[in-house]
């Protein structure tokens, strides 16, 4: 199976993502867990770009054991030296040279003819050579270079003493075909191409660095640059991670693999997220958090029965613990029933059948259910106290200049409805008011308390008052994603427990011990 060299760039062209600036600490932290991954090169920054940047990839330098260290150069005498200060205490430095080859680069950026762009590399290639043994050249925007001219620009390289030639489409303009193809075109014909190893640099304007990078795979491309979590310049480089589970999930395809330690996958991508302040897409593949998540029914019970049903790769080869069966408005029964014993309850078929039609009614309004809210939900199940009055609607107006006032709706056991509006000093009083007219009970609020069960703009609130009636005291408790609605439960829940206690002062649960 056919090798290839994983040279990342997450320190270098990751860093030039906007507003991501690494301190030389983190980059050395960085750099470390990158070779921990195990990848063979990492470039770790710009060293004329500032002293800032030198020290920092000094620091690197200084650090790694096991992975070559790289800087990158202008084709210019004071950006190599600057580099060969950076890289003076490494253990196997690299110099990577670059300059861009491709006619608008040529004629508006660098204001250079052709023989010029060839003199000036090549010029800085022999100059570097006096002091490494390892050089990469790019020739920048190679993806939009003519490609004779191409051809000249590698073998030219090559001559000048090259060892790496790196082909970018700095710009992510190529579809998969054409980079497959001037790889192919360089392989077939330039002079000493076998001297060297080619590499394949990907940006993912158009949302194909990957493919394009595989693409290099499969047209002879010996390494492959790009960063953690896709990072870098504009909409950022290849992803290490996704080219390296492509080439494990598919080695029949590729026949080709990379040395990586794809257990530390997970954890280098948290680190970069977490110092470089950029978060990942939940759906980013390999490494965003959905990338092992279930959420529609379908799905999770085939995941139950057998998890290749939805899973080509297992997170436990990226170093997550598991899939995860996210429960929501699309989850089905089997992943409910999964749930419910994960948490310790065990119900049998009727009462599942009411926690899950409760649970279908909460998902329709909140985006993620979590374990908390699923507890709160069948603790309200289990809590069972005859509904004489049930809450079917409430309606608020309220205005910071007006009276609140609020309209409510009140099943009966019968079938029968009452609808009663009322005014009050706020909207919870107001629905209040509204009740006790409905319900035609006097009785006492005399506590209110409220609190949120769950996390974010859509977690459950749950209320609890306490209603006096002479010397009855019963507690209620309601809960809702709306605090009105979570408010006017509560209430309603505290009459039908007090007509309860009314009725069997001995059997009730309801005490103000309880409170
Ligand atoms: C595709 C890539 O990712 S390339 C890497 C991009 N990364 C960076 O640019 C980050 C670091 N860069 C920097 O800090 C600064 O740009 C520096 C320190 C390198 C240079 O700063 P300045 O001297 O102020 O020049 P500035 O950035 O404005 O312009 C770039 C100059 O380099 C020239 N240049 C660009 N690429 C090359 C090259 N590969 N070799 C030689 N000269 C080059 C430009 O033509 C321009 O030259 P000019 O001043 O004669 O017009
Ligand atoms: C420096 C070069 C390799 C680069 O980052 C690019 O062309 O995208
Ligand atoms: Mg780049």
Excluded: W
Excluded at 232 to 254: C, D, H, K, P
């Amino acid at each position: 199976m056919r090798k290839i060299y994983i040279f990342d760039t997450t320190l270098r062209d990751g860093e030039q993502s906007p507003g991501v600036n690494l301190n030389m600490q983190e980059k050395v932290e960085i750099a470390l867990q990158l070779e921990k991954l195990g990848v063979d090169r990492m470039e770790a920054g710009f060293p004329a770009a500032s002293p800032g940047d030198l020290a920092g990839v000094s620091a690197v330098a200084r650090a790694v054991k096991n992975a070559s260290v790289i800087a990158l150069s202008r084709s210019r005498e004071q950006d190599i030296e600057a580099a060969r200060e950076a890289l003076k205490d490494a253990q196997d430095p690299c110099l990577h040279l670059f300059l861009a080859t491709s006619p608008i680069h040529r004629q508006h950026k660098l204001r250079m003819e052709k023989h010029q762009v060839l003199e000036t590399a090549e010029a800085a290639i022999r100059y570097a050579k006096k002091y490494f043994s390892k050089i990469e050249f790019s020739p920048e925007d190679a993806g939009r270079t003519e490609l004779d001219f191409l051809c000249e620009v590698t073998e030219m390289a090559i001559r000048a003493g090259a060892t790496v030639v790196n082909i970018p489409d700095t710009v992510g303009y190529l579809t998969p075909y054409e980079y497959g193809s001037i790889f192919k075109t360089l392989k077939e014909n330039v002079t000493g191409i076998e001297k060297i190893q080619l590499s394949a640099h990907c940006h993912d304007d158009l949302g194909m660095a990957t493919a394009n990078a595989l693409a290099a795979i499969l047209n002879g491309a010996d390494q492959i640059e790009g960063t953690i979590n896709g990072i870098g310049e504009r909409a950022g480089n290849t992803s290490i991670e996704e080219v390296a589970m492509a080439l494990e999930t598919r080695q029949e395809f590729f026949q080709a693999k990379t040395t990586l330690t794809l257990s530390e996958i997970a954890r280098t991508s948290r680190l970069v997220s977490k110092l470089t302040g950029m978060v990942v897409p939940g759906n980013k593949a390999i490494v965003g958090a959905n990338a092992f998540a279930h959420e529609s029914g379908i799905h999770q019970d085939g995941m139950l029965k057998e998890k290749t049903t939805y899973e080509i790769m297992s997170p436990e080869t990226i170093g997550l613990k598991e899939s995860k069966l996210v429960l929501g408005k699309h989850s089905g029964r089997h992943a409910f029933r999964e749930k419910l014993v994960d948490l310790g309850y065990n119900l049998d078929d009727e009462q599942m059948n009411a926690a899950f039609a409760k649970f279908k009614d909460l998902a329709d309004k909140k985006k993620n259910v979590t374990d908390e809210d699923i507890v709160a939900l069948l603790e309200e199940k289990l809590i069972e106290t005859p509904e004489v009055f049930s809450l079917e609607t409430i309606q608020v107006s309220y205005g910071n200049q007006s009276t609140p006032t609020a309209t409510v709706r009140i099943k009966l056991l019968d079938g029968g409805h009452l609808d009663e509006a009322a005014v009050g000093n706020g909207s919870v009083d107001a629905i209040y008011n509204a009740i006790d007219k409905a319900t035609k009970e006097e009785v006492e609020l005399d506590d209110y308390s409220i609190q949120s069960v769950t996390h974010g703009k859509d977690a459950l609130g749950e209320v609890h008052v306490v209603l006096k009636q002479g010397d009855y005291s019963v507690l209620g408790r309601g809960l809702s994603t709306d605090i009105l609605e979570a408010s006017a439960r509560a209430y309603v829940d505290a009459i039908n427990r007090l007509i309860e206690k009314r009725k069997s002062p001995a059997r009730s649960r309801d005490n103000v011990t309880l409170i």
